[in-house]
Structures are given as structure tokens and as C-alpha cells.
């Protein structure tokens, strides 16, 4: 039987998706990631990601709806063993669920360098987005929830990836879950 096991939280370009992928290919596990279930909804009411991100904007409801369905997910006997999205670990710790909750830290100037390899363009506008998309989502959370995306107390597990690459943040998360 499946069951959730492991939360892995952190903004974007922390490596989030990459230890992911680690971890289900180690363990044989499988994953959701949060953006899958957006994705999904953006193409059932035919919208493009772009368009649906200004209707969730717009409407806070449709972000309300989207994280009942993900708790609704991960709070099943058949949960995937990972999921990933910003907001996983506050779900399992409100829901307490009896799982590893992951974050991953990284530096505003590391998130940016990282987006920076993986798309392009420049270096100083990738930082300026990338600040720019975390205080939205900040301030959307607490509107939403009341959830400050600085305390870090649902987490067990807080990695500072500035530093280490990859293979590292894998090993950590590894040792913690054990077997």
C-alpha cells in the first residue's frame, strides 16, 4: 500500500524537483508535484498555465480549491510516497500526517543563478523576477491561509542548499528517511 512518506517544500530553483526525482528513482516511489494538479486544472477549463495563474489571481477561490484537492490527495491511503509543492509540509502538519516534511533554502541570489543556467536571459532580471514572484506568493499565502512562508516550524528537515549541490541534499534527505 502506498502512503505518504516525504513532503518536499522550497521556493523556486531551490533543487526542489530534482530531489524529487532522486528519491523516486533510489526508492521506486512515486511523486505528485502541486504544479501537476494547476496544470491539470488550467487544461481542463482551456486555459493556457499563463492565463489560469491571472484567474487564480483573481479569485482566490480557485487557489482554495486547488490546495483542498491536494489535501485531499495526500491525506489518502493511496497517496504517492513524495509530493512536492510550496505548501505540502503545512498541509501534513496540519493534517498531521506522520511523514519527513522537507525545505530547501536557498538564497535569493542562488535561486536566481540556478534559474538563470536552467532558462537563460539575464542574470539581474531573473533575481529581480524571482524576488518579485516570492513576495507575491508570500503575501497570497497569508491572505489565503494566514500561512508566513518564513516560519519554517511545520518542517523537520530545513537544508540550506546554498552551499552543497544535488547529490548532498539527496544524501541528507536519504539519511533521514532511513532503510
Not at 94 to 116: G, T
Request: with cysteine.
Amino acid at each position: 500500500m502506498k502512503m505518504l512518506r516525504i513532503t518536499v517544500s522550497g521556493p523556486p530553483g531551490s533543487g526542489t524537483s530534482t530531489l524529487v526525482d532522486k528519491i523516486c528513482q533510489s526508492r521506486n516511489w512515486s511523486s505528485l508535484n502541486g504544479g501537476d494538479i494547476f496544470r491539470a486544472e488550467a487544461s481542463q477549463r482551456g486555459l493556457s498555465v499563463v492565463d489560469f495563474s491571472a484567474l487564480c489571481k483573481q479569485d482566490l477561490d480557485v487557489d482554495r480549491a486547488l490546495d483542498a484537492k491536494l489535501k485531499e490527495i495526500i491525506s489518502s491511503s493511496d497517496s504517492p510516497e513524495v509530493v512536492e509543492s510550496r505548501l505540502c509540509g503545512w498541509w501534513a502538519h496540519q493534517l498531521s500526517l506522520d511523514c519527513l516534511r522537507v525545505w530547501i533554502s536557498v538564497s535569493d541570489k542562488e535561486r536566481a543563478r540556478r534559474i538563470h543556467t536552467r532558462e537563460g536571459g539575464e542574470y539581474m532580471e531573473r533575481l529581480t523576477e524571482s524576488k518579485q514572484r516570492q513576495a507575491d506568493d508570500n503575501q497570497r499565502y497569508m491572505e489565503l491561509y494566514g500561512i508566513d512562508m518564513a516560519d519554517l516550524t511545520p518542517y523537520n528537515l530545513i537544508i540550506d542548499a546554498d552551499e552543497i549541490d544535488a547529490d548532498e541534499v539527496f544524501r541528507l534527505v536519504s539519511d533521514e528517511l532511513g532503510g
